[in-house]
């Protein structure tokens, strides 16, 4: 099988994400960088890695597939008060999902767009938050099951996705070996094999962190750290950062440029049960990244009303950045299925039961109308 590698360096790129030719998440790369196996029928595969562009094996006979990266600029941060209390993060989320019972599969592309308030320095009063808070998004399903069923939507009454447990982190110091400006490349391993791996390119910083192979790894995930001793069944929860703008020891949600996570869970349990509000089965697999589109420094007073209102005067629009990937064709065709759909006339054709309605006028005013209603009611 190939193996994925810088193309500058040639450093082993674990952990990247691979799609097969319909676009389904397979898997990811190994530790040294070998994709995982696959089937004759999912070639050629496409290979994602944060900060780099999106390369493709045509065939397990290629040796060995190198990525270039990808240039990235955050925005630039806009600061309208004098005080910098807050800073607010615009961002920009896609997402794919899968759930799969033992009968029945459904898959999820969604867009949205976020935001994040990170308190800065010595605020503590205005509390903020780190997970995204939903301001748009759009959502196409894909249901099937064993009996050939094969439709779309863009409503589903399940629930079932990662992705709106995974926030920024505000703060993380750097390995000392990267504290430095130049180029510079840092290795962690936990008790099964690689649990995080640095790389420092002058102002750029790219982390990839296994989060199940260490349990100092779960400040990266701290909506999730209280349910990881606590019967959560994941099988995989993968992240890779982009960092930009970096100086000195540490890194900033400032800095905070591109997030990109794999999460595969699978089983019964209680948790997960309560995560997707369902008494069966779980089996869900959601990969999803993270876009940094705007930066705000503003007043506690400012993000207060921003949390009440947070949308203002404006309408907020999803917006596409330019470094995010082509969507494969498998799911560029979910994509248009749903958006031919018709729901007004879906809506306007349906004929209403009238088992459910009255056919009396009951506004209408007529002689002994009110008395007529009694005898009909407890008669």
Known sequence: MPVVVDSLTGAPLPKASVYDRTGDFIGVSSDNGRLP??????????????????????????DTLRMAEAGFD???????????????LRGYVREYSSMTTYTDTVLLFREKAVDFMVPVGKERKFKGWLNPRVLA????????DCQGLDSVSAHFGGYFSWSDWIGIRDTASLPPSLSGEGAAVDS??????????WRRSGENVWLSVDVLADSLNRAWTPSLAGFFDNGLDLRRLNMRWAFTEVSGDSVYASNVARVAFDIESKGRGRNLQ????????VYVDTHAEIYITGREYMSAAEAR???KDPLGEEA???????????LQPAVKMIVERVESIDYDALRLGE????????????????????????????L
């Open 274 to 281: 309560r995560f997707f509000r369902t008494d069966g089965p």
């Open 305 to 307: 009303r921003c949390e």
């Open 137 to 144: 998004s759009r959502s196409y399903y894909h249901f099937s």
């Open 351 to 378: 004929r209403p039961d009238k088992r459910y309605a009255g056919i009396r006028n009951y506004g209408k005013v007529e002689k002994g109308g009110f008395l007529k209603y009694l005898k009909s009611v407890f």
């Open 316 to 326: 907020v629009q999803i917006v596409v950045p330019p470094d995010a990937p082509e």
């Open 37 to 62: 196996r696959a089937s004759a029928a999912a070639w050629p595969l496409t290979v994602r890695y944060m900060g780099y562009r999106p390369a493709v094996a045509l065939s397990p006979d290629t």
């Open 74 to 88: 955050l925005p630039e941060i806009v600061v309208e008060s004098k005080k910098r209390d807050v800073l607010r």
């Open 188 to 197: 962690v391993f936990g008790r099964h094999g690689l649990s995080a791996a």
